[in-house]
Nanobody, 116 residues
Framework: QVQLVESGGGLVQAGGSLRLSCAASGSIFGINAMGWYRQAPGKQRELVARISGGGGADYADTVKGRFTVSRDIAKMTVALQMNVLKPEDTGVYYC??????????WGKGTLVTVSS
């Protein structure tokens, strides 16, 4: 079974940067959107950033101007460059690939902790 594996999480001070990466363990056909979600302690999972099949990117208002999502279609990878991190960015970050007709794939998450 194909799995998504995130990497790049860790502990960083406020104002710092981290780069998250996500790769698939096998081939996934019909990938549409690729993106990142996060879940802060005690809160629901929320969309952080997403690239549509056409290449357009959407961002949560709270990360606009600080985070950049990118993808490599051939390698089936998606990355999230996070700059000027804030303590409220702390949470578990999940990558997700949605497909046309084959549902969605999710990684197990990587923890990002931003200290003040």
């Amino acid at each position: 079974q194909v799995q998504l594996v995130e990497s790049g999480g860790g502990l960083v001070q406020a104002g710092g940067s981290l780069r998250l990466s996500c790769a698939a363990s096998g081939s996934i056909f019909g990938i549409n959107a690729m993106g990142w979600y996060r879940q802060a302690p005690g809160k629901q999972r929320e969309l952080v950033a997403r690239i549509s099949g056409g290449g357009g990117a959407d961002y949560a208002d709270t990360v606009k101007g600080r985070f950049t999502v990118s993808r490599d279609i051939a390698k089936m990878t998606v990355a999230l460059q996070m700059n000027v991190l804030k303590p409220e960015d702390t949470g578990v970050y999940y990558c997700s690939y949605s497909t046309i007709g084959r549902g969605s794939y999710w990684g197990k998450g990587t923890l990002v902790t931003v200290s003040s």
